[in-house]
Every structure is written in C-alpha cells, then in structure tokens.
C-alpha cells in the first residue's frame, strides 16, 4: 500500500512543479505573458479554495480507495489537456482539472495512511510520504538534465513526460485501491479520522495564536511556491545569465534538501518541544535568501540554500503546531481554514508576481525588471518573520502566566 501512495505523491507533485522547468519556453515560443505562466498555477490553487471544504466529506462518502483512484485519474486527464495547449485556454483548463484532483488527493493520502498505520510509526511514515512529495518537485527541476532532449523539441514534451508522471500516479492508486479492498473485510485497517469539515460557528472559538499561525502558513507559502515552482528558473535564466539546465539544477536543490531534512526538523520538534522558537527560526531564513539574492551578485547559489533550509524547517514545524493552539474536535476546522486560505494566497501571489514581472518589463534584456516581484516575495517573506516573532511573544508572555496561576492554585 505505502508503494502505491508513494508514487501517487511523487507523480502529482512532478506535475504540480512541471510548469517551471518549461516557463522560459512557454514565454519565448508561446509568447505567453508572466502574468498567464503565473496564472498556470493559480488556476490550480483556485479551486482548492474550496474543495478542501468538501474534500473530507466525498472520502467519508465514497471511501479513500475509490477517491484515490478517481482523483488521480482527474489529474492525469489535467495532465493531458495541459500537454495539449498550444493556447493559453486550453492550458489553463488542464491545469484547473488538474487542480481540482490534486488537493481532494490530499485529503485522500492523509485518511489512507492513517486507516493503514495509526498507531504504527504514523507521524513518521506522514513524513516519509510528505518527503517523497518533495522528491517529485526534485525531479520535475531536474528534468532538463536527465531529459534534455525532450527540451531541446520545445515546450510540448516536457509536458508529455509530465503526462507519464501523472500516468504512474494513477498506476499507484489503482495498486493502493486493490490493496486496500483485499484487505479491508479482514480488518487490518484502523478506522478513519474524522474528515476536514468546516463548522464556521467553531471560527470565533479559535485563539489569537491560532489565527498567527494561519497567516505565517499563508505568507511563507506564498513565497515559497510562487516564487520556486513557477518563476524562479525563468528569473535564474534571465536576470541570473544561467542555462536552462544549471537554472533548474539550481533550483531542485531547494526541494532535494527537503526530501532528507523535513523529517529531522519534525523530530527535533518533537523532543524539544520549542514550537514558536523554532517557528521563527525557519521563518528569518526566508527574507535572508531574499535579501542575499537582491544585493550580493553571484549570490542564488547561498539564497537558493537558505530557501531550502527554511523550507525543510517550517512546514515540519508548523503543521503539527496546529494542535497546540486548537481543540481537538475542532482539528479539522482547524487544518480546512488553514489550507483553504493558504490556497488562496497561492492563487493571489502567483497573478501578483506574474503582473509585476509584465509591468516592469522583466526579461533577459531587462533583468531589472525581476526587482519588483524580489521586493513582493522579500516584504511577504518578512510579514511571516513578524507573524513568528508575536506568535512567539504571546507564547514567552502567556507561559508565565500559566505558571503563575498554577502557583495560585
């Protein structure tokens, strides 16, 4: 079962970061603009909008094995569609179907890897799965170098092998749904966790810290996926004077670190406890890269390093901090709110930069054209820094205070 969602995770996301690798491309040959290679991936984050509010409820509803097997084959049908789009509509629908499979997946691959292994080294086979994620983002960068001579025929066949990656994602659903129908009549799974519904009357009962936690998720991850999945191989290329290989050579590092060091940041997590501390740690590398790219020439190779740092430290920190600050029936709320506006901020960063980039007649003849869209990503970057810093705050302060009141007692 683990193998088949491993390559369902590996395909989806190759196809996620597929759209970086060709952005030069689509921009030269296509004569697309930044702000329709920037809409490319917010079409996909649009949808996911609201379908994590529903996503829980289908899998109650129509079992995990059945929506793994139908999203994945909705993603690779985006896949195609996109691979097919010599004009801008038609790549964007491909990606919106794409979309609307892929976050509806994820819901999935979290309640089949908990009725699998809750109670059985979860929390690390949850990493292990997230690592392999970040695998395929790995080789979807990587992909002008094993597969240049796709590369060298134009912007189409890189989308084809994209199609193949969303292929072997289906393959893995169809293995994990056979696995799991043999084997749930014997009684071997755990029962599912309760699906990610939204109850908005439960939105006013959530602490301040909470709320803090939301918006460092929504700013960090509206830089990180903006800027790394969809414009930074273009910006290597032309502001940096890098090859299409050595750009998104480059840029593969930032999720190749991940795949090996989110794990160990959860596990230092876990046994020292220093939630907010650790928050705000991952969280300063961010605007560092940032600012390390706009003022040391030759610099992408230390801010593409930082990024990486960061991006492997927070999310492994972040998402079980959740529970810290929420109640436990409210859970699901809770994580739906969060990923529900963190899409929202990927669709709105992403025309953002897109719109920049155009306006200031960012290109290789014009590599100053990129300085807008670095001061968008640094000032969001810095926004989650001071979201850490208050969330920490709160928490130095309230500590205390708890301590005090249990001395009272």
């Known amino acids: 079962m683990y193998v088949g969602m491993a390559f369902v995770m590996l395909g989806n996301y190759y196809g996620y970061d597929s759209i970086a690798p060709v952005a030069e491309q689509l921009s030269r040959q296509l004569h697309f603009s930044d702000t329709q290679i920037g809409a490319l991936n917010a079409i996909y984050s649009l949808p996911n909008i609201f379908l994590v509010a529903v996503g829980g409820v289908l899998v109650d509803r129509f079992s995990a094995r059945r929506l793994a097997v139908f999203t994945t084959a909705l993603c690779l049908a985006g896949a195609v569609v996109t691979a097919l789009g010599a004009q801008f509509p038609v790549m964007a629908t491909g990606r919106l179907l794409f979309g609307v499979g892929s976050e509806t997946l994820a819901v999935v691959t979290t309640v089949a890897l908990a009725q699998w292994f809750a109670g059985r080294y979860f929390a690390l086979l949850f990493a292990l799965n997230l690592s392999l994620a970040r695998l395929g983002s790995y080789l979807a960068d990587r992909s002008p170098s094993f597969a240049g001579s796709l590369y060298a025929h134009g912007w189409q066949p890189p989308l084809w092998l994209a199609v193949g990656f969303a292929l072997a994602s289906f393959a893995g659903a169809l293995l994990y749904y056979w696995l799991d129908r043999r084997e749930a009549p014997r009684g071997t799974l755990a029962l599912p966790p309760p699906a990610e519904r939204l109850d908005w009357r439960h939105l006013l ?104 740092v960061s991006f492997s430290f927070l999310p492994a920190v972040l998402w079980p901090t959740v529970v810290r600050y929420t109640a436990p029936e409210h859970l699901g709320t809770a994580y739906g709110v969060m990923t529900a506006l963190q899409n929202a901020g990927l669709f709105g960063a992403n025309v953002v930069a897109g719109f920049l980039n155009d306006a200031s007649g960012a290109s290789a003849t014009n590599p100053g054209g990129y300085a807008a869209m670095l001061w968008f990503f640094g000032l969001l970057s810095l926004a989650a820094l001071l979201c850490t810093l208050v969330l920490w705050l709160l928490d130095h302060v309230g500590a205390p205070r708890s301590a005090a009141a249990a001395d009272g007692r």
């Open 205 to 308: 009962s959530f602490r301040r810290e909470y709320w803090l936690l939301v918006a460092v998720c929504v700013t960090f991850y509206s830089v990180i996926f903006p800027f790394r999945s969809t414009f930074a191989i273009k910006y290597l290329q032309e502001a940096q004077g890098l090859s299409l290989n050595a750009a998104s050579t480059l840029n593969s590092y930032v999720f190749l670190g991940a795949v090996f060091a989110t794990p160990v940041f959860g596990l230092l997590l876990d046994r020292t406890g220093r939630n907010t501390l650790l928050l705000a740690a991952g969280a300063a590398l961010l605007p560092l890269s940032f600012l390390v790219l706009a003022v040391l020439p030759g610099s992408a190779g230390v801010s593409t390093a930082l990024l990486g």
